[in-house]
Structures are given as structure tokens and as C-alpha cells.
């Protein structure tokens, strides 16, 4: 994948979700697999990134309308 970081949430994730989905199955060889863990990692560092850049923004946003207590996303329990 050529520019990680111009993928979107949500495009960066679906590739995400392809990545395991092939790793997963278990006939990939060795060195495709390393290859796929190492683009999955870039991936997750994206999309990582891309919640916490959300994450200060909804906090300034918060603080912007006299709501100081910070914005933390919630993720899957």
C-alpha cells in the first residue's frame, strides 16, 4: 500500500480486517505472513493515530463550550 496515511478510518480498518482475515487462515507462507503482519502494523499505527487526532479535537471542542472534563473514545468491551 503506497500512502498509509491518506487512507481514511474507516478504509484503513477494512484493510486492517482483510490482513487477519488472511493471517488467520493459516496456509500463508513465512515471508507473506511477516509482510502482511508488518502492513498490519502500519495500518493499526493509522488508525491509532486518526483516534487520537479525533480524540483532541473533540476535547478542544468540549473546551470550547465550557465542558472541561476530557473526551476519551471508547473502544469494544
Known amino acids: 500500500m503506497e500512502n498509509m496515511n491518506e487512507l481514511s478510518?474507516?478504509?484503513a480498518m477494512l484493510e486492517l480486517e482483510k490482513i487477519v482475515e488472511k493471517?488467520?487462515?493459516?496456509?500463508?507462507?513465512?515471508e507473506k505472513a511477516i509482510s502482511y503482519?508488518?502492513?498490519?502494523?502500519?495500518?493499526s499505527k493509522v488508525c491509532n493515530d486518526k483516534l487520537s487526532s479525533v480524540q483532541e479535537k473533540?476535547?478542544?471542542?468540549?473546551?470550547?463550550?465550557?465542558?472541561?472534563?476530557?473526551?476519551?473514545?471508547?473502544?469494544?468491551e
Do not use: A, W
Request: hydrophobic content about 30%; glycine content about 8%; cysteine-free.
Open 9 to 11: 478510518f474507516e478504509e
Open 23 to 30: 493471517l488467520e487462515k493459516g496456509d500463508v507462507p513465512l
Open 37 to 43: 503482519y508488518q502492513e498490519g502494523m502500519q495500518l
Open 58 to 76: 473533540m476535547t478542544k471542542i468540549m473546551n470550547e463550550q465550557d465542558q472541561l472534563e476530557s473526551f476519551e473514545i471508547q473502544g469494544d
